[in-house]
């Protein structure tokens, strides 16, 4: 059976692997991207900022914890995670994601 796709080329279940492969290339520069957008703000994160500071920049945390006087915020999961630590108000440390 011939379809109106024919005029490209082979073809995988109806579709043109010209297409697919089209296809394809949008979804992996729309996932980098996003990919991109997530991790830009970590560029702006500096010691001394406040709390309220951190929120405007990076959203709300995913997770918060707290060891002796130190509150982590943690953002994103497994490898990918970043945190930012506070002591008295201030950001005294963090830790980008990995390509941040």
């Known amino acids: 059976m011939v379809t109106m796709w024919a005029c490209l ?3 995988l279940f109806g579709i043109p ?3 697919l492969i ?22 702006n994160l500096s010691t001394d900022m406040s709390p309220e500071s951190v929120r405007a920049l990076l959203g709300p945390p995913d997770q918060v914890s707290r060891s002796g006087n130190q509150e982590v915020w943690t953002y994103g999961i497994g490898p990918t995670r970043g945190s930012v630590a506070f002591e008295q108000g201030k950001v005294v440390g963090y830790r980008k994601p990995p390509g941040a």
């Open 9 to 11: 080329g082979p073809e």
């Open 17 to 19: 692997f010209v297409l």
């Open 22 to 43: 089209l296809i394809i290339i949008w979804a992996i520069a729309s996932v980098a991207d996003e990919r991109e957008k997530r991790l830009k703000p970590w560029h």
